[in-house]
């Protein structure tokens, strides 16, 4: 086994060396130290013994093609082979980054709803753009995400694993987040990925695993075998309408029972097919990353603020109550933005694009309270045209009246159109 003492230097591949400093943690494959590089903080990952020269080839080749999107504490170099190992240099954790377990401890929780649908975005959008740049993730766990839960900014950490699909690691996924063709032997891809994309959203908005229920409770003692069946052959989800053998258990699943009901309706319709037999079968048939972050986006367009209690709530359309104080919220006020509609209350944020920043604000206007206002978040300016085609700008910071009609262009790619039912 391999380690580093203080002020030694590592020699990096391609030239320059990094400086050991203090170690800040070890798990099974290896320790990370806390390094210098040219005078800039970073962290070192050293593994334990030396991997062999397929695995160093594949994580040189990572370094080179750079991170593909900002979800990832990607590896910045890599070392020289020495000391009887190697290791990889990748950029410091934030502080106010907790790992997803934490979240699933509830020793830490997201602050708001927002920032919860904020980390399911990042997410999807992070598996989206591995997947476009021709990679698998292959090992995915609970102990890969790290969460800011004021923001819901996610860095997945641990992406030494990450191969050009149909290459297989060696290492083994953790069985709790693989899919069951990969449980039983199969190789990692693009497919079996969307599986444990699933998983951890799941787990991000219910807080318990989707396949963790009676039958996991009843087992005595968790073995490999055991494993195989529950994650793989006879993997059976907890909601599953057809089949109630392993429903969650009141005193251990608390947290699902509890957010199941709550969380809005077409979320659990899309779990209830995803995790259904038949797809857990088909891996080519599982929901694309794309469609994902439809979804999400379509639940933060009915997550608004309560004009009666001021906290968050989710609009089920059909019976528009707050699910904090129960009263009814007045949602006639909307924006229609091609297939979605984005409801509109005071103190809303509106998400116009995918990119977790909030660009517009509901407002009420001070001179008349019965008047919604929009205010423009964004550094753009938009266009409003009213319906007998007057066209306004309204500059960044700037608010434009809710009235019914009223068209606006927010950039070349989203157009939308003000619209109050019953006018
Ligand atoms: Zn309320």
Not at 46 to 74: C, E, I, K, R, T
Not at 319 to 346: A, E, I
Not at 347 to 355: E, S, V
Request: with cysteine; proline share 6%.
């Amino acid at each position: 086994m391999s380690e580093l003492k203080f002020g030694e230097k590592i020699s990096l591949l391609n030239g320059g060396y990094v400086t050991i400093k203090k170690e800040l943690g070890r798990g099974g494959q290896g320790i990370v130290y806390l390094v210098d590089l040219n005078g800039q903080p970073k962290a070192l990952k050293w593994y334990h013994n030396m991997p062999d020269a397929s695995f160093y080839n594949n994580l040189a080749n990572n370094v080179m093609n750079g991170a593909p999107s900002s979800a990832f504490l990607w590896p910045e170099r890599i070392t020289e082979r020495q000391k009887g190992s190697f290791g990889y240099v990748m950029a410091l954790r934030p502080q106010n980054y907790f790992e997803f377990g934490n979240f699933l401890l509830a020793k830490k929780s997201f602050k708001s709803f927002q920032a919860m649908m904020a980390a399911a975005m990042k997410i999807c959008n992070g598996f989206m753009m591995l997947h476009r740049f021709g990679y698998s993730y292959q090992d995915l766990n609970d102990g890969n995400f790290f969460i800011d839960p004021d923001t819901g900014d996610v860095l997945i950490c641990d992406n030494d694993n990450v191969m050009p699909q149909g290459e297989k690691s060696g290492i083994m996924g953790k069985a709790r987040y693989m899919a069951p063709e990969i449980v039983a032997g199969g190789i990692p891809d693009k497919y079996s990925d969307r599986f444990s994309l699933s998983v951890i959203l799941f787990m991000l908005f219910y807080a318990n695993h989707p396949f963790e229920g009676a039958k996991v409770v009843a087992c005595p003692c968790m073995t490999e075998a055991y494993e195989k069946k529950f994650y793989g052959s006879e993997a059976v989800f907890i909601y599953d309408p057809n089949n109630k053998t392993n429903l969650p258990v009141r005193g251990i699943h608390q947290n699902v029972i509890r957010r199941w009901p709550v969380m809005p309706a077409e979320l659990r319709d899309t779990f209830i097919r995803e995790f259904s037999p038949e797809m857990l079968k088909n891996p080519q048939s599982r929901m694309i990353e794309q469609n994902w972050g439809k979804l999400i986006a379509s639940l933060r367009d009915k997550l608004v603020i309560c004009p009666h209690c001021g906290e968050e709530t989710f609009i089920d359309e059909a019976k528009p109550q707050c699910m904090n104080c129960g009263r009814d919220v007045d949602v006639s006020r909307r924006l229609k933005l091609g297939l979605r509609t984005l409801l509109l209350t005071n103190g809303t944020r509106l998400f116009i694009d995918y990119d977790n920043t909030p660009d517009a604000r509901v407002a009420v206007n001070p001179q008349d309270r019965n008047m919604l206002l929009l205010q423009n978040l964004t550094k753009e300016k938009w266009t409003a045209e009213t319906p007998s085609g007057k066209v306004k700008s309204v500059e960044p910071n700037e608010f434009m009246p809710v009235k019914h009609g009223i068209k606006v262009g927010f950039n070349a790619a989203n157009k939308g159109e003000i619209i109050i039912n019953n006018q």
